[in-house]
Nanobody
Framework: QVQLVESGGGLMQAGDSLTLSCAASGVTRSSTSMAWFRQASGKEREFVAGLFRNNGRTYYSDSVKGRFTISRDNTKSTVYLRMNNLQPEDTAVYYC???????????????????WGQGTQVTVSS
């Protein structure tokens, strides 16, 4: 059974940096794709960043590319999202997601993921 627990959210100011953590249990590095999604109030959940299981490569949405970095510490079974130069439009609940059977074309699709964390709120003021 896969369990994901996010932490690290908070109230930030524009330009700040923040790192979110996702502690994962029941995942295997080689077979599990991991991703971060976010959902702003009144909006649909959107892909932020992902680590694809087969090639280990990272993928980002255009809105965060160059500012956010997803990484994995296999010794701690933890996935991180480093967020630099935060902007008010980054305000959202951030979710960690995992799946053992994802294909690359589905990496950015929320409903393709079987496992989700509870979410952590990130609020950025201007």
């Amino acid at each position: 059974q896969v369990q994901l627990v996010e932490s690290g959210g908070g109230l930030m100011q524009a330009g700040d940096s923040l790192t979110l953590s996702c502690a994962a249990s029941g995942v295997t590095r080689s077979s599990t794709s991991m991703a971060w999604f976010r959902q702003a109030s009144g909006k649909e959940r959107e892909f932020v960043a992902g680590l694809f299981r087969n090639n280990g490569r990272t993928y980002y949405s255009d809105s965060v590319k160059g500012r956010f970095t997803i990484s994995r510490d296999n010794t701690k079974s933890t996935v991180y999202l480093r967020m630099n130069n935060l902007q008010p439009e980054d305000t959202a609940v951030y979710y960690c997601a995992a799946d053992n059977n994802l294909i690359l074309s589905s990496l950015r699709t929320p409903h393709q993921y079987d496992y989700w964390g509870q979410g952590t709120q990130v609020t950025v003021s201007s």
